[in-house]
C-alpha cells in the first residue's frame, strides 16, 4: 500500500520595531514583512514494477536445438471425447473439449506474439515431418517416450526428443502449464536470441485446484447417461480444465447422519476421500438429501445426529489437512412424492453452515436448493430427484461460477 507523507515548511516573519503615530498608520520609515509560507511537496512512493509475464515477452528469435522456430509445425494429440460427444450430446453442452488442440493453438498464439512467426497447428493424424512440437500423447513414438512415468495428475515434462519438442502432461491441466516451463526457459536466457538445447528437459509438477467432490447419487451422477462423462464433476472437470483437478467421491443413496445404514462414512469413497484429502485444496460437500427420507419423523434428535455427522465428516478432513477449505451445498429441488430433501434439513444446512463458519471453520454455503429451482428448474430432473444430462451440465456451471468467484477473492 502506497504511503503518503506531507512535509510543512513555515516561513517566518520579521518584525522590526514598529514606531506608532497619530491614526495608528506605520510611522515613516518603517518596513513591514508579509509571513512567507511554502506549499508541502507531495511525496509518493515509485510505483510498483509490473509482474513479469514470460508469455507476453519478445525475441528476435527462437530456435529448437539449433533450428529456427519457422520450420516446426506443432501437432496435437486426438480429442478422447469425440465417441462420447456423438453418444452423450446432452452433456457436452457445458466446458470445452479436445484439451491438446486448445493448448497447441494458444501456442501458436503466444510464439506468433513472441517472434511474428505464425506456426501451422495440426492432428496427429496428418504427415509426420523432421520438426514437430508434440502437444499431449500423440502418436508420435517420441510423445509416448516423454510421456512415460507421470504418476500423478500434476506432473508435466517439457523436452527435446531427436529434434522434436515434446509437451506432455499426466493430466490436460498439466499439459497447459507445462508450457509455463517453456516459456520461463526463453526468458532464463536473457537474450533476445534464444534456443532450446537438444538436451533440454524439464519434469516437474504443475500447482492446480484439487477439488473433492463429496455427496450422493446426485454427486454419484445418477441418471445419466454415464457418469464418466455426464456427472456433475465430470462436466465441471471440463469446464475449469486449465486449473482444476476434479475429483468425484459421490456415491448413490448415501447419508450425513452416521447412525443410518447408509452412511456416507461406510463407503470406500469416504476411504479414498480421506487417503487424498492432503492432496486437495477444497472439499465441496452436497450430503443430506437422503437423511430426511430414511427419517421422516426428524425432530431434535435427528437434526443432533445429522449435525454429529456433518461434525465428524469435517474433523477427519481436517485430521489429514488442516488447510481445507469446505463447500456445504444443501439439498436440490425435489417434486416426487418421498421425504428427500425435507425443507428441514434444508435449513438445517444453512444455520449448521454458519455456526461452524462462527466457531472458525473456512466453510461457505452454496444454495443449491434456490439453483437448481430458478435456474436448473424441474424441467432438467426427469425423475423429480435426479438430473439428466442437461441438468447435471447446468448444476456443474454453477458449481464452477461459485468456484471461480471465490478464487477470485483469494488473489
Same mark, same amino acid.
Given at each position: 500500500?502506497?504511503k503518503?507523507f506531507?512535509?510543512l515548511m513555515a516561513?517566518?516573519?520579521l #518584525?522590526l520595531p514598529?514606531l506608532?503615530?497619530?491614526?495608528?498608520g506605520?510611522?515613516e520609515?518603517?518596513?513591514? +514583512? #508579509?509571513?512567507a509560507?511554502?506549499?508541502a511537496p507531495?511525496?509518493?512512493?515509485p510505483p510498483?514494477?509490473? =509482474?513479469f509475464?514470460?508469455?507476453a515477452?519478445?525475441?528476435d528469435?527462437?530456435? %529448437?536445438?539449433? =533450428?529456427?522456430?519457422?520450420?516446426?509445425?506443432?501437432?496435437?494429440?486426438p480429442?478422447?471425447y469425440?465417441q462420447a460427444m456423438?453418444?452423450?450430446p446432452d452433456s457436452?453442452?457445458?466446458?470445452?473439449?479436445?484439451?491438446?488442440?486448445?493448448i497447441?493453438e494458444?501456442l501458436?498464439?503466444?510464439l506468433e506474439? /513472441?517472434?511474428?512467426?505464425k506456426?501451422?497447428?495440426?492432428p496427429?493424424?496428418?504427415? *509426420?515431418s523432421?520438426?514437430?512440437?508434440l502437444?499431449g500423447?500423440?502418436?508420435?513414438?517420441q510423445?509416448?517416450?516423454?510421456?512415460v512415468g507421470?504418476?500423478t495428475?500434476?506432473n508435466?515434462? =517439457?523436452? /527435446?526428443k531427436?529434434?522434436?519438442?515434446?509437451v506432455?502432461g499426466?493430466?490436460s491441466a498439466?499439459?497447459?502449464?507445462?508450457?509455463?516451463?517453456? @516459456?520461463?526457459?526463453?526468458? *532464463?536466457?536473457?537474450?533476445?536470441?534464444?534456443?532450446?538445447?537438444?538436451?533440454?528437459t524439464?519434469?516437474a509438477s504443475?500447482?492446480l485446484i484439487t477439488?473433492?467432490?463429496v455427496?450422493d447419487?446426485?454427486?454419484?451422477? @445418477?441418471?445419466?447417461?454415464n457418469?464418466?462423462?455426464?456427472?456433475?464433476p465430470a462436466? %465441471?472437470q471440463?469446464?475449469?480444465w486449465k486449473d482444476?483437478i476434479?475429483?468425484?467421491?459421490?456415491?448413490s443413496?448415501k +447419508?450425513m447422519?452416521e447412525?443410518?445404514a447408509?452412511?456416507?462414512i461406510?463407503?470406500?469413497?469416504?476411504?479414498?476421500?480421506l487417503?487424498n484429502a492432503?492432496? #486437495?485444496?477444497?472439499? %465441496?460437500i /452436497?450430503?443430506g438429501t437422503n437423511?430426511s427420507?430414511?427419517?421422516?419423523?426428524?425432530?431434535?434428535d435427528s437434526t443432533a445426529?445429522?449435525?454429529?455427522?456433518?461434525?465428524?465428516l469435517l474433523?477427519?478432513i481436517?485430521?489429514?489437512n488442516s488447510?481445507m477449505?469446505?463447500f456445504? /451445498?444443501?439439498?436440490?429441488?425435489?417434486?416426487?412424492?418421498?421425504?428427500?430433501g425435507?425443507?428441514?434439513v434444508?435449513n438445517?444446512?444453512?444455520?449448521?453452515?454458519n455456526t461452524?463458519?462462527?466457531?472458525g471453520w473456512?466453510?461457505?454455503f452454496f444454495?443449491?436448493? +434456490?439453483?437448481t429451482k430458478?435456474v436448473?428448474t424441474?424441467?432438467n430432473?426427469?425423475?423429480g %430427484?435426479?438430473?439428466?444430462?442437461?441438468g447435471?451440465?447446468?448444476l #456443474?456451471?454453477? =458449481?464452477?461460477?461459485?468456484?471461480? *468467484?471465490?478464487?477470485a477473492?483469494?488473489n
Amino acid at each position: 500500500m502506497k504511503k503518503l507523507f506531507a512535509l510543512l515548511m513555515a516561513g517566518a516573519m520579521l #518584525a522590526l520595531p514598529v514606531l506608532t503615530g497619530c491614526g495608528g498608520g506605520a510611522a515613516e520609515g518603517t518596513t513591514t +514583512t #508579509a509571513a512567507a509560507t511554502t506549499e508541502a511537496p507531495v511525496v509518493t512512493d515509485p510505483p510498483e514494477e509490473p =509482474v513479469f509475464d514470460p508469455k507476453a515477452a519478445t525475441y528476435d528469435s527462437i530456435t %529448437l536445438d539449433g =533450428v529456427a522456430l519457422s520450420e516446426f509445425t506443432i501437432v496435437y494429440a486426438p480429442d478422447a471425447y469425440t465417441q462420447a460427444m456423438r453418444s452423450y450430446p446432452d452433456s457436452f453442452l457445458e466446458g470445452e473439449t479436445h484439451f491438446d488442440k486448445l493448448i497447441a493453438e494458444e501456442l501458436a498464439t503466444v510464439l506468433e506474439n /513472441m517472434t511474428g512467426t505464425k506456426l501451422s497447428v495440426i492432428p496427429d493424424t496428418e504427415a *509426420e515431418s523432421a520438426h514437430e512440437i508434440l502437444i499431449g500423447k500423440t502418436s508420435r513414438a517420441q510423445s509416448e517416450e516423454n510421456g512415460v512415468g507421470m504418476s500423478t495428475a500434476y506432473n508435466y515434462r =517439457v523436452s /527435446m526428443k531427436e529434434g522434436k519438442l515434446c509437451v506432455n502432461g499426466a493430466s490436460s491441466a498439466a499439459t497447459y502449464h507445462a508450457l509455463d516451463a517453456l @516459456y520461463a526457459h526463453f526468458a *532464463e536466457q536473457n537474450s533476445k536470441s534464444v534456443n532450446v538445447a537438444g538436451d533440454y528437459t524439464v519434469r516437474a509438477s504443475a500447482d492446480l485446484i484439487t477439488v473433492a467432490c463429496v455427496g450422493d447419487s446426485i454427486t454419484e451422477g @445418477y441418471n445419466c447417461s454415464n457418469g464418466t462423462y455426464c456427472s456433475y464433476p465430470a462436466v %465441471l472437470q471440463r469446464i475449469l480444465w486449465k486449473d482444476y483437478i476434479i475429483i468425484n467421491y459421490g456415491v448413490s443413496g448415501k +447419508t450425513m447422519r452416521e447412525d443410518l445404514a447408509d452412511a456416507y462414512i461406510k463407503t470406500s469413497a469416504y476411504t479414498g476421500m480421506l487417503r487424498n484429502a492432503k492432496q #486437495a485444496d477444497i472439499t %465441496l460437500i /452436497m450430503l443430506g438429501t437422503n437423511d430426511s427420507n430414511r427419517d421422516q419423523n426428524w425432530n431434535a434428535d435427528s437434526t443432533a445426529k445429522f449435525e454429529e455427522g456433518y461434525r465428524n465428516l469435517l474433523n477427519e478432513i481436517n485430521k489429514k489437512n488442516s488447510q481445507m477449505t469446505y463447500f456445504m /451445498m444443501n439439498c436440490p429441488v425435489y417434486s416426487g412424492t418421498g421425504a428427500f430433501g425435507s425443507r428441514t434439513v434444508r435449513n438445517l444446512q444453512k444455520t449448521l453452515t454458519n455456526t461452524l463458519i462462527a466457531e472458525g471453520w473456512d466453510l461457505h454455503f452454496f444454495d443449491m436448493y +434456490t439453483y437448481t429451482k430458478d435456474v436448473i428448474t424441474l424441467a432438467n430432473f426427469p425423475d423429480g %430427484l435426479h438430473p439428466g444430462d442437461k441438468g447435471y451440465g447446468m448444476l #456443474a456451471r454453477g =458449481v464452477a461460477d461459485m468456484l471461480e *468467484e471465490y478464487r477470485a477473492t483469494q488473489n
